[in-house]
């Protein structure tokens, strides 16, 4: 599937909107999402079928996930006060060598009055060092835009959580130190999930032997 699809009403700017993009018909394949302007809409969560997808931000306005589920993909999110009312966001997925969906849709953001410019994000670094011996401090580095309460967590591969740090944290750029003990870290590879008022984000970080 390829094309351009105009999206529904234009969502009003400070709304909670969603986007419909197409019916899947094909479990678990790989997809990204990329918007040509991550200042007009702030997409906080991706749906297939109702099924709410696990996706790893790889920047501001682009994303990637392993689908789970079949049915409408569906994107949700914020209308931001960007310095434009207009965003294409292209949607791809592949699996294995055959294309599951490549289209685009154009976002619209209404607003009574003129946006004043205003970009909603976080981001997320791995972790240094990583890997991080037992005992040693590893540290992963993140930043904020606007004060709000973060979560957290040291988890499996399978989503089982280990360990869980919910904070209140101004605006900026803050770093979270961990030392992961001999006893309930062994080695190999875990996640680390932040949970922030803008998204939620993933990385993966391993335990040296």
Known sequence: ??????????????????????????????????????????????????????FERITADSMTW???????????????A??????????????QDSIVIDTSILIRISSVNTP??????????????????RGEV??????IDKPGKISIALITLDGRIIEEFSMMQDRGIHAFEFIPNAYTYHPGVYGMRLITEQGIFHRLWNVSP
Do not use: C
């Open 1 to 54: 599937m390829h094309g351009i699809i105009h999206a529904q009403s234009p969502i009003s700017v400070g709304e909670r909107g969603h986007i419909v993009i197409s019916d899947i018909t094909q479990d678990s394949a790989m997809y990204t999402v990329k918007l040509s302007n991550s200042s007009v809409f702030f997409i906080d969560s991706i749906s297939i079928g109702g099924n709410v997808q696990v």
């Open 66 to 80: 392993q689908g789970n589920g079949l049915g409408k993909l569906t994107l949700h999110g914020l209308a931001l």
């Open 82 to 95: 960007g310095s434009d009312s207009m965003t294409l966001s292209r949607i791809t997925g592949r699996l």
């Open 116 to 133: 004043l410019p205003y970009v909603r994000f976080s981001v997320l670094s791995d972790n240094i060092p990583n890997p991080v011996m």
């Open 138 to 143: 590893t540290t992963w580095s993140y930043a």
